[in-house]
């Protein structure tokens, strides 16, 4: 029997996980590089899923891989990739050296930092949260208070932050936050039913089978009150409750509104490292970050460099569903390629 | 004659302001014009993008296009970078060449403007000259700048001006030589001739209006008082 080959893994989120089951499943050596100390990724943080409200956990009970042949490795974080007679070859900043016969990333996203637009006053002004704040508050079993201690009597839910806007180099839509909000104004309501939840939004983007009935869900049910316009500054009043400026653009009307809380839906960014990784090979990144496939219909999990291929929202955002299908097409695409080469 | 659409292509400064708009409100929102007046910054962007010659033209004759205050703060907020602030310029700039601002009455309003501060700006190389605001012509500035108007001299030589005099500091008078070049720049730059279809239009309508002296002429000073005492339509 000829030696197993080898696949490394870079990124232990649900992507690098699912992948890992499935490669080890099918006889291939696998080791999966996380730069955390645990692995799961984004999915760590939050509460409960779109569209059916389950939880995390059990997406992760079910993929967690256990097999003789993968191997983890926590707290180490590839910085870079070499290619050596048909290997490759990782490095992370302590000069770990491993070699594999194909590549695998799956260094999913990052949250966009809301304090980088200014205007919406992430980090100036106290109450105003992201989502990400929003799912560790919920996932804690906390309620949700004002800095001053009392359940808000009024929340307003911002749409496409960090997404979709020139002004902060991100041009595309983040795909998965328009659910999320919608979650989240159900989450909310649920938890404080008292509470009046606002959606400004400039497109409703629930493409997913379900998520528009979780949006009539919310709005025969838990009231929330979507307006189409997008945030475009915030102020502090003395009680430190806030202001909000947007337009109405149904009524055409330019439009106040206190809240006693925002919370902003955060857009999603490439890992940081992806930039790095690019070096000394010939994978490529697209015009928003996101490693380049080498067909965008065709062949969504290969990369511009032959031998490295792509798995989850490393590709571009995407919910976890998603997620664990283009894990398993990356699979595919790695046996076909580990395969061939054998013949 | 031209399409309007294209005089706005023509000009260079459409497009820098106008990118593509995705009707998300944050102009109007932040715009302290729309906070005012029935004005929608927003909509006039969505109008110039459609290339809708109809509606256009009716842009360029409304009153609309100038409620803007040219304060900009469109242009540092728009998620698609566009400046509604520079796409009104360009629409104003065509209204003034075609003759359509005569036809609403903030538009008809360039004329007092263009004698005022367009004026002042060749004569002082300020838009806003102490000695230009004479108190005949200006009673809402009230008692206390007549007060001020009349002992301008004393006035700013306290507050440390120059005021109208060689040598630097606020208010001074500016030289000879960097007001023939003001004037060469308007000239190369299309202001005269801005400048003149503004004095014809406005003439027109004073005929059309019947505000002429005993030969039929225009008489300017009847349609500088017609304005001024226009009824506000909104
Ligand atoms: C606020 C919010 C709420 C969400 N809610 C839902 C929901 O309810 N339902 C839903 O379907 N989806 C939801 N999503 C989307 C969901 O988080 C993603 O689908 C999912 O996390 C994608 O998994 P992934 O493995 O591709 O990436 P990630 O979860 O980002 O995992 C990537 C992993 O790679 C590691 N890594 C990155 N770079 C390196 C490197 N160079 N070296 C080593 N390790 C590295 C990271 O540490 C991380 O562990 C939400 C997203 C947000 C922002
Ligand atoms: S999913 Fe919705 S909130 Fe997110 S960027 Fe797209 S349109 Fe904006
Ligand atoms: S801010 Fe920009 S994109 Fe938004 S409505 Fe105004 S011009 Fe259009
Ligand atoms: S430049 Fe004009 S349109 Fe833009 S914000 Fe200022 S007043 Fe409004």
Known sequence: ?343 | MKMVVQQLADDVRLKEGMNACMNCGICTAVCPAAEYFEYDPRSIVVAVQSGNEEKIQQLLTSDTIWMCGQCMSCKTRCPRSNCPGIIINVLRKVSQATGAFVQSRLGRQQYLIMKTIGANLLRYGYCIHPSAVDIQNHPEQGPVWEWVYSNREEVYERLGANLDREGPGAMRKIATNDLLELAVIFEQSGGTVLWQSIETHSKNKAIELGLVDSQGNPCMDLYTNYLLNEDPEF
Request: glycine residues 8%.
């Open chain 1, 1 to 343: 029997m000829t030696k197993k080959k080898h696949i490394a893994i870079i990124g232990g989120g649900i992507a690098g996980l699912e992948a890992g089951s499935v490669l080890t499943r099918q006889g291939y050596k696998v080791t999966i590089i996380e730069k955390e100390n645990k692995t799961g990724g984004l999915l760590n943080h939050w509460s409960s899923l779109f569209p059916d409200f389950s939880l995390p956990g059990e997406v992760l009970a079910r993929i967690q891989p256990e097999n003789p042949d993968l191997t983890l490795i926590h707290n180490t974080c590839i910085e870079s990739i070499k290619k050596e007679n048909g290997r490759f070859e990782l490095f992370d900043k302590r000069h770990l050296k491993l070699y594999a016969d194909a590549l695998l990333l799956a260094t999913g996203l990052s949250v966009f930092d809301a304090s980088l637009k200014e205007e919406y006053g992430y980090g100036l002004f106290i109450n105003v949260i992201t989502s990400s704040d929003f799912e560790r508050i919920h996932k804690a079993g906390q309620k949700l208070l004002t800095a001053q201690g009392d359940p808000p009597k009024r929340v307003a839910i911002i749409h496409c932050v960090g997404s979709r806007d020139a002004k902060v180099g991100n041009g595309y839509c983040s795909k998965v936050c328009c659910i999320t909000g919608v979650k989240q104004a159900i989450a909310i309501s649920r938890m404080l039913p008292e509470c009046e939840v606002f959606n400004f939004y400039m497109d409703l983007r629930l493409y997913g089978s379900k998520y528009d009935a979780l949006y009539l869900e919310a709005q025969k049910r838990h009231q929330i009150q979507f307006i189409r316009g997008r945030l475009s500054e915030v102020s502090e009043n003395q009680d430190q409750s806030l202001q909000l400026k947007a337009e109405d653009t149904l009524q055409g009307r330019p439009l106040r509104m206190q809240a006693d809380m925002i919370l902003l839906l955060t857009g999603l960014e490439a890992a940081r490292q992806n930039e790095n990784l690019c070096k000394n090979n010939h994978l490529e990144l697209d015009e928003n970050r996101f490693f380049k496939s080498e067909n965008m219909q065709y062949h969504r999990n290969c990369s511009r460099q032959e031998g490295i291929f792509m798995a989850g929202s490393c590709i571009c955002p995407m919910s976890v569903n998603e997620t664990l299908d283009s894990a398993r097409s990356a699979a595919i695409e790695v046996d076909n390629y580990l395969t061939q080469k054998e013949r």
